[in-house]
């Protein structure tokens, strides 16, 4: 699904949101926040539900356990930046500030103001951390018209 998809689906997405490229969710998408401000990247899965109770319905001994299924909410703070193909799993909280690293699957809540990569996804390091260690790599171009980028890029990157 696109952003616009996502929102027409139920999903609660805050102002200035952006999607690179389409993502899956989960088939409870109303169970879904996305704060203000948040970058989702392409192939990103953000779940609200345990599949995996399947098994034990095709197990049921009676009606009730043929009904059995997790569903949880699963939410995203405002400012983060979701990296791709990272999964987020059903009833996970990411704090707002968050950057969660590409390939990442995050089955457990991430605090506010955090790096977090891996899988199992783990804090990484702090927000203020990640800006220090990057500091000598920051290009500042983002609203460079696209041919002055290219330029600026193809001769800064020799």
């Known amino acids: 699904m696109n952003g616009n998809e996502i ?3 139920g999903a609660k ?3 200035n949101c952006s999607f690179i490229g389409d ?3 989960g088939s409870e998408p109303y169970l879904i926040t996305i704060g203000d ?3 989702i990247s392409l192939d990103v899965v953000i779940n609200t539900h345990d599949g995996a109770t399947r098994v034990l319905r095709n197990l049921a001994q009676n009606e009730k356990e043929k ?3 997790i569903y949880k909410r699963t939410e995203i703070g405002k400012n983060c ?3 791709c193909r990272a999964v987020i ?3 996970v909280k990411i704090g707002d500030n968050c950057i969660i690293g590409a390939g ?3 089955s457990k809540n991430m605090p506010s103001n955090s790096v977090c990569a891996g899988n199992p996804c783990r804090v990484i390091c702090s927000l203020e951390e990640y800006k220090e260690k990057h500091k000598d790599e920051f290009l500042y171009c983002v609203n460079m018209p696209y041919d002055k980028k290219q330029n600026y890029l193809l001769e800064i990157l020799k």
Do not use: D, P
């Open 89 to 91: 799993l059903a009833g």
């Open 7 to 9: 929102l027409k689906s």
């Open 67 to 69: 009904q059995t299924v």
């Open 13 to 15: 997405i805050g102002k």
């Open 81 to 83: 930046f979701i990296g």
């Open 23 to 25: 993502i899956v969710i």
């Open 37 to 39: 401000n948040t970058t």
């Open 104 to 106: 990442s699957i995050v």
